[in-house]
């Protein structure tokens, strides 16, 4: 579980309930469902092993979301010396020339400090310097690169590390959220009133009530969670081919401003999903990062940072 989930009480039982929404999905559908319906074809085992093999992935995406790093900026603890020197810096940008003014004293400070770019600032509540794009999430206390938005759901932030894991989870969710449904349609329209769950079965009716209430259950647990994440993905993607993530598509609307995005959708997905092929991107396995991935720090700098 990510250090999210150890101060996160409240992401802690999301997780729980989480896992116990989808094993339960599970449990239904192959005991309720589809060895009644198809008991002893080869459609019931191949149900039973698709159903479980998007399980599986939704688990595993899920887990990796949960315990992957986001994207913690490497913390730099900075004095109240250095913070006031790099506002002063700010204030001497001079844009006429493009460039800063280095030849005082306080500038000797901040040079010390090399990895800091122009258009990086300093948070204050982690009293250390983070690159464009990053923002500080108060449950896990810490800057997190293009960081999304914290998801209790997952326990953990969803940033430039997570993003993809995150995405898959919620695909996943939609698919079993789908073949739920259809499933339960599927179990209907075949109902034998004499099989094991019918009413002139071995278990009488007792079998065919519980399989009414299971299903219902289901019914209504697949329609939550894929209504969810249908709202979820349409957010994720608006945000994702606007060149932006949720957090800074809220502070942009509070700006009124639109924006226009210039590169193709592909590359843009691309960027967040990793390179290669796109069958790769719903695979939750790590991908080869990007060139914007690298957070570039000199050596030296290195050493002092604590991740
Ligand atoms: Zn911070
Ligand atoms: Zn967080």
Not at 257 to 268: A, M
């Amino acid at each position: 579980m990510s250090r999210s989930c150890c101060v996160d009480p409240c992401g802690f039982f999301c997780v729980i309930i989480v896992w116990s929404c989808m094993l339960y999905a599970d449990y239904v559908v192959i005991e309720w469902l589809v060895l009644p319906t198809f008991d002893g074809s080869l459609w019931g085992a191949i149900h039973v092993v698709l159903y479980n093999t998007v399980l599986f992935f939704a688990f595993l995406s899920h887990l990796r979301t949960a315990l992957s790093d986001p994207g913690y900026v490497p913390i730099h603890k900075v004095s109240q010396a250095e913070i006031d020197n790099f506002h002063r810096r700010e204030l001497r940008y001079d844009p006429d020339y493009d460039d800063y003014t280095s030849e005082s004293a306080e500038d000797t400070l901040i040079s010390t400090n090399q990895f800091v770019g122009r258009d990086w600032n300093i948070c204050t509540r982690c009293q250390s310097f983070r690159p464009p794009r990053a923002h500080h999430c108060r449950v896990c206390n810490r800057c997190v690169q293009r960081m999304d938005h914290h998801c209790p759901w997952v326990a953990n932030c969803v940033g430039q590390k997570t993003q993809k894991y995150f995405l898959q989870f919620i695909l996943y969710v939609a698919i079993l959220a789908g073949y739920s449904v259809a499933l339960i349609i599927t179990a209907w329209v075949f109902h034998d009133d004499n099989g094991i769950t019918g009413r002139r079965g071995p278990y009488g009716e007792n079998a065919q009530h519980a399989k009414v209430i299971h299903t219902i259950c289901l019914g209504i647990e697949s329609a939550l969670f894929g209504l969810f994440v249908v709202a979820v993905s349409c957010d994720q993607l608006q945000a994702i081919f606007n060149e932006e993530t949720i957090v800074e598509a809220v502070m942009r609307r509070n700006t009124r401003r639109r924006r226009v995005p210039k590169r193709p959708k592909r590359e843009l997905l691309g960027e967040v999903c990793g390179p290669g092929h796109w069958i790769l991107w719903m695979l939750p396995c790590n991908s080869l990062p990007g060139e914007r991935d690298i957070l570039r720090i000199p050596k030296d700098v290195g050493r002092r940072l604590e991740v």
